[in-house]
């Protein structure tokens, strides 16, 4: 196999990061995996340390018709059987740099909403029915997403994200401690996501009033950076919310907070699937979330985790509340996290998962045209 991986990505999230899991494990595999990204970006630095071929290429959104003759001539020279997008410029810059040749576009959809969402004219139909071969899901959900929009099922394949369950094993919240000073009886509560509309903070925000009035000795942590930041900020403490709940921003030490951690709380409202549920699970943490995208595929409600409807604060207060009056049931939901993981979930799975993805779009069934819009 010969593949061309495209990440249009200046920062770094989640995506990312299985992308890099996905090249270390192609790595390891010995099949030939080549990487485009932005020059100077985490992706590029993260790749050429594991020894992938790098080829860095500015991209300004996309429809850049330089960057697509570039992959053009990469595609010519390298003569790459797949195009793997892993970003959705990256979708349509495979597209027009591989038009009128035989390689494969492939997609990673790693987002629960229609394709329609933002969609001028519903121009994205014409993208996603036309303009790519094949589609990875990382949930069920997302897959019956893209169907309900028009997507036909057989070009769309379900291969859920992987973690390394032991990323964080070793990881010392010593240092939390006193640097938020935090005390002996109090119960520790955090949320570990990008400051976005989607993940829903703003519902946790105007929950944590109510368990308060239970659990007043209750400390909220919101772990990560984002636009949102200031404004969820501004939205605590307009309702009283001061040393009670503390916005992080980005940290390298995720790891020590979820070894603090009581209990992880999730509150997407859209949500693909969601690693940083994975990470808690494989710590054998406690976990409410929602009930949304891709998180019912890894927490069932009342036997590793609470699940609880989403853009409800109150019923995410109870879920809280639930937990935590009751820690030691709470710990034995928590401990059947870390075999499902194991099970399911791990960096080997989806990497095998990617490779069977590979070898059935390159089969000669694999290999009769698009299929019609």
């Keep these: 196999m010969n593949i061309l991986h495209i990440n249009t990505e200046k920062t770094w999230r989640g995506g990312e990061q299985q992308t890099l899991y996905l090249l270390q494990g192609l790595r390891n595999r010995k099949i030939t995996s080549h990487l485009i990204c932005q020059p100077g970006s985490p992706m590029a630095r993260a ?21 697509a003759y570039r992959i053009r001539k990469l595609i010519r020279r390298y003569q790459y ?43 994205s139909g014409i993208k996603y029915r036309r303009m790519a071969d094949f589609y990875i899901a990382i949930s069920r959900k997302i897959k019956e997403v893209l169907v309900s929009d028009g997507i036909a099922a057989e070009r769309i394949f379900v291969v859920y994200s992987g973690i390394d369950p032991d990323r964080f094993v070793g990881a010392s919240s010593e240092h939390l401690i006193s640097e938020f000073a935090i005390k002996d009886d109090e119960k520790i509560v955090i949320n570990v996501a990008h400051l976005a509309g989607h993940k829903g903070q703003k519902y946790l925000v105007r929950a944590i009033p109510a368990v308060l009035e239970r659990f007043p000795r209750t400390r ?35 790891g020590a907070f979820y070894h603090l951690a009581d209990l992880f709380v999730m509150s997407s409202v859209e949500e693909g699937l969601g690693t940083a549920v994975l990470d808690a699970l494989a710590l054998g943490k406690a976990v409410v979330a929602t009930d949304c995208g891709g998180i019912p595929e890894m927490i069932t409600d009342g036997e590793n985790g609470l699940l609880v409807p989403a853009k409800n604060p109150s019923a995410l207060a109870a879920g809280i509340i639930e937990m935590l009056a009751d820690l030691d049931r709470a710990g034995r939901l928590a401990a059947r996290g870390p075999e499902l ?8 799975a989806m990497v095998a998962g990617n490779v069977n993805v590979y070898g059935r779009i390159l089969s000669p069934h694999g290999s009769q045209p698009m299929a019609k819009a």
Aim: charged content about 20%; some cysteine.
């Design 47 to 67: 790749a050429a340390t594991i020894g992938t071929v790098v080829f860095p290429l500015s991209m300004h959104g996309e429809i850049d018709f330089t960057a």
């Design 81 to 123: 059987e797949i195009i793997h997008c892993h970003t959705s410029h990256a979708h349509t810059l495979a597209f027009l740099a591989s038009w009128g040749t035989n390689v494969r576009r492939l997609v990673t959809r790693r987002v629960d909403f229609s394709i329609f969402r933002h969609s001028f004219l519903h121009l």
């Design 220 to 254: 909220f942590f919101v772990v990560g950076g984002g636009a949102l930041r200031e404004e969820l900020k501004a939205m605590a403490f307009s309702i009283g919310l001061t040393d009670e709940l503390v916005f992080t921003g980005f940290r390298e030490d995720v």
């Design 341 to 348: 993981v194991k099970a399911r979930f791990s960096i080997e």
